[in-house]
C-alpha cells in the first residue's frame, strides 16, 4: 500500500539560489551549463570541417567533446535526485524520463535511417551486418553501447550511460539508500582505480554472443519497466533492483568504452548528486568539496593507470598526451559547473540559458545536419568562420522547432499519463524534507 507524499502550498526555490521569485533564474544556470554542454559537442564535431587550423591547435590541449559530455553528466547527478525525491515515486519518474527521452530519439534514428537510405548520409560502420531486430532492440533499450552494438548516431553512446545512471539511482532509491551519494561516488570512482584495467570490455557479448545479451537484456529492461508502472510497492522495488543489476553487469562487463571510463563518467554522474546534497545542506560544504575533489583526483588517476594512447580520441600523440588531454577536459567540466553554481545567483545571457532548453535537440540532431551539409560543402582545407556561422544558424532554429513540436508534447503526455504519485513511497521524514524542484530542460 503506497502513500502519497504531502505536497507543498509552494515550489521553493532551487538550493543556494537567493529565494528570489523568478524561476527562470532559478534553473536558468543549469540551463546555461547544458548550453554550454551542447554547443561544445556540436563546435567539436563540426570543428575539423570548418575550422579545421582552430580544431587541431585546440586538441592538443582539451577535448572539447569530452569537456562537453561531461558537463552534461555533472548536470544530470545534480538534477536527476531532485526530480525522482520530488516525485517520490519511481513509477512517476520513469514515466517523465521514457516521454522526455524517447520521442526525439525516434525522430533522431528515423532521420538517420532516411539519410542513410535516400540522402548523403550511411550506417556508422558495422551496423549494416547487425541483425536488424537485434540493433532495434538494442537502441530501444538505449543500452546499445552496452550492448555490443555500434551507436546508430555518435552521440548516443553518452544516452546508454545515462540509462546506466538513471537504473543505479533508482536501485538506491528502492533500498533507501539514496541520499549516500558520497560513498557512492567514491566508490565508484575507487573501483575505476582499482579494477579499471582488469575489468573486461565487452565480456558477455564474446562469451555468450550478441544477440541472446541483447534479448536478454531488452526482457530484464521490460520486466523492470513494467514492475515498475505497476505502482505496488513490492513490485516497484523489485523491479528497479532488476534494473539496477542490470545497468551494474553491463557497465562492469559488457562496454564498449574501456571500463575505467566508463566507472569515471558514472563517478561524476554521482559527484553532481553529491554537489546537490551540499546544497540542499545534507551534506556538509566542506565535506562536499572534498568528495568531489577525490572523485576528480581518482577519475584522473584511472586514466594515468589505465589509458593507453589507442583508448581515447584525442589531438595528442602517445599515452601521456593522452592522459594530459582527459584530465584537462574533465578538470576543465568540473571547474565550469562549479563556477556556475558559484554565480547562481546572477543573471545568465538569456540566449545561453535557451540553448539549454534546446540542449537535446542540439545533442541528437547536430550530426544529422552535419551529414547534410557535408554534401554541400567539403571539409575545408583552412579555418572558415562564415561556415561555421552558417552551420549554427541552420542548427539552432531547426533545434528550436524540434523542442516545440517533439519534445514540448512528449513532456506533457508524460505528465498525463504520470498521473497520481504511487508505487513506492518515501520515509515520512523525507516526505517533509524532500525537494520539489523542477527539473530544467531535459534529459538530464
Avoid at 583526483?297 to 584525442?314: I, N
Wanted: charge should be positive.
Amino acid at each position: 500500500m503506497s502513500t502519497q507524499a504531502a505536497r507543498p502550498a509552494h515550489v521553493p526555490d532551487l538550493p543556494g539560489a537567493g529565494g528570489g521569485p523568478d524561476p527562470d533564474r532559478r534553473l536558468a544556470w543549469l540551463d546555461a551549463l547544458r548550453g554550454i554542454g551542447a554547443l561544445m559537442v556540436a563546435l567539436h564535431h563540426a570543428a575539423p570541417r570548418y575550422l579545421p587550423d582552430l580544431s587541431a591547435a585546440v586538441q592538443r590541449h582539451v577535448n572539447p567533446g569530452t569537456y562537453g559530455v561531461i558537463v552534461f553528466f555533472l548536470v544530470s547527478g545534480y538534477i536527476i535526485p531532485a526530480s525522482l525525491e520530488r516525485r517520490g515515486s519511481l513509477r512517476r519518474f520513469w514515466t517523465g524520463r521514457v516521454c522526455r527521452l524517447y520521442p526525439l530519439l525516434l525522430v533522431a534514428l528515423a532521420g538517420t535511417a532516411l539519410l542513410a537510405r535516400w540522402g548523403p548520409g550511411q550506417l556508422r560502420e558495422g551496423l549494416g551486418e547487425r541483425d536488424p531486430l537485434s540493433a532495434v532492440l538494442a537502441h530501444a533499450t538505449m543500452l546499445q553501447d552496452l550492448l555490443g552494438v555500434p551507436n546508430a548516431l555518435n552521440v548516443l553512446w553518452t544516452l546508454s550511460y545515462e540509462m546506466a545512471f538513471y537504473l543505479l539511482v533508482s536501485a538506491l532509491f528502492a533500498l533507501r539508500q539514496h541520499r549516500r551519494s558520497a560513498p557512492a561516488a567514491l566508490g565508484v570512482a575507487a573501483l575505476g582505480v582499482v579494477a579499471g584495467g582488469a575489468l573486461p570490455a565487452a565480456a558477455l557479448t564474446r562469451g555468450l554472443g550478441s544477440a541472446p545479451v541483447i534479448a536478454a537484456t531488452a526482457l530484464g529492461a521490460a520486466v523492470a519497466l513494467c514492475a515498475v508502472a505497476s505502482g505496488r510497492a513490492p513490485w516497484t522495488r523489485a523491479g528497479a533492483l532488476l534494473g539496477g543489476g542490470l545497468a551494474a553487469v553491463l557497465v562492469l562487463g559488457n562496454g564498449r568504452v574501456p571500463p575505467w571510463q566508463g566507472l569515471a563518467l558514472l563517478s561524476l554522474m554521482f559527484a553532481g548528486t553529491v554537489l546537490y546534497r551540499m546544497e540542499r545542506g545534507q551534506l556538509g560544504r566542506a565535506a562536499g568539496t572534498a568528495v568531489v575533489g577525490a572523485v576528480l583526483a581518482a577519475c584522473v588517476l584511472s586514466a594515468a593507470l589505465h589509458l593507453s594512447a589507442a583508448d581515447a580520441v584525442t589531438g595528442g600523440d602517445g599515452q601521456r598526451s593522452a592522459v594530459r588531454i582527459w584530465s584537462v577536459s574533465a578538470g576543465l567540466a568540473v571547474l565550469t559547473f562549479g563556477a556556475a553554481m558559484a554565480l547562481r545567483r546572477h543573471r545568465v545571457p538569456r540566449w545561453l540559458a535557451h540553448c539549454g532548453v534546446i540542449s537535446y535537440s542540439v545533442y541528437l540532431l547536430h550530426p544529422l545536419v552535419l551529414e547534410v551539409c557535408d554534401l554541400a560543402v567539403p571539409w575545408q582545407r583552412h579555418d572558415t568562420p562564415l561556415l561555421m556561422a552558417a552551420y549554427l544558424a541552420l542548427l539552432l532554429p531547426l533545434c528550436m522547432l524540434a523542442h516545440r513540436l517533439v519534445e514540448l508534447p512528449g513532456q506533457r503526455l508524460g505528465r498525463l499519463l504520470a498521473g497520481p504519485p504511487g508505487g513506492l513511497p518515501l520515509p515520512r521524514a523525507e516526505q517533509r524534507a524532500k525537494a520539489p524542484v523542477p527539473a530544467p530542460g531535459e534529459p538530464a
